[in-house]
């Protein structure tokens, strides 16, 4: 009755379910996965823009490469700004996904050590290889708030560090790089400015990382697991059909036996 199974389309048919079983629960798995990696990192950021702001040089140092636990902490620095070593980051989006630059400047703190302060973000100039007009930094003496970021690696990042870029303009925001144009020592990561707000909203500050959604990741996890439940399921509907089929085809080609001679 189920000899059918052993042939070559049937052999072939049952192979590819014995994969996609397998396979379709490690997907489901894979989004699990980002779906713990997601509420974890969600945790993270509300319990660090939660935390008291403490002074940049408690957690990093030239050199220091800021570990995910402290990812978006507040912490505080007062210095002056550097404007002449200041550049601008190319192909960055701000809040409504329009492209244009982030503001990188340095600022210098009494020690005579640097940290780079991320002032936000400023639109595209009609000539993208002059440098941007830049809104002013605040002079003299400032203190700033701020949350604490890692460099930017092209690895960590994606972002390709292109060479041949007009002058003070990068694509990276990294503590080592600027340390050799400023000649001084530069603190690990950077800041995202947070505090205070900028003189007539230029430029645009970053807005706090979004710590509330928690995406698809689940749905598609259970999304992938229904699909390789329903592997046998199917496997086992096509095989019943097929034994029907072949009945009522042998019943039909089952010739009526001739009646009895009288």
Do not use: C
């Not at 389309?9 to 014995?18: C, K, M, N, P, S």
């Not at 603190?187 to 909203?201: I, R």
């Amino acid at each position: 009755m189920y000899r059918f199974l052993l042939s070559r389309q049937w052999v072939i048919l049952t192979l590819i379910g014995l994969v996609l079983i397998p396979t379709m629960v490690e997907l489901g798995f894979w989004q699990f996965h980002r779906h713990e990696r997601r509420v974890e990192q969600n945790a993270l950021i509300a319990r660090n823009l939660a935390a008291k702001p403490v002074p940049v040089t408690e957690l990093t140092s030239p050199g220091h490469t800021v570990p995910r636990a402290d990812y978006w902490r507040r912490v505080t620095a007062t210095g002056t700004y550097d404007t002449a070593h200041e550049v601008v980051v190319r192909r960055r989006t701000n809040a409504d996904e329009r492209v244009g630059f982030h503001v990188l400047t340095p600022l210098v703190l009494a020690d005579g050590r640097a940290v780079l302060v991320n002032r936000g973000w400023i639109p595209t100039a009609a000539d993208q290889r002059a440098f941007p007009t830049v809104p002013p930094a605040a002079r003299g003496t400032v203190t700033i708030t701020g949350r604490l970021k890692a460099d930017e690696t092209t690895k960590g990042s994606g972002i390709k560090d292109l060479a041949g870029l007009p002058p003070r303009q990068v694509m990276l925001i990294n503590s080592a790089q600027q340390a050799k144009a400023l000649g001084r020592p530069v603190l690990g990561g950077y800041l995202e400015q947070s505090a205070p707000e900028q003189a007539g909203s230029s430029p645009e500050q970053i807005a706090e990382p979004d710590h509330e959604s928690i995406g698809s990741h689940m749905a598609y996890a259970v999304q992938w697991w229904l699909f390789a439940a329903g592997v046998p399921v199917g496997w086992v509907i096509l095989v019943r059909r097929e034994r029907r089929d072949r009945q009522t085809a042998a019943a039909q080609s089952t010739p009526e036996p001739a009646p009895a001679n009288v």
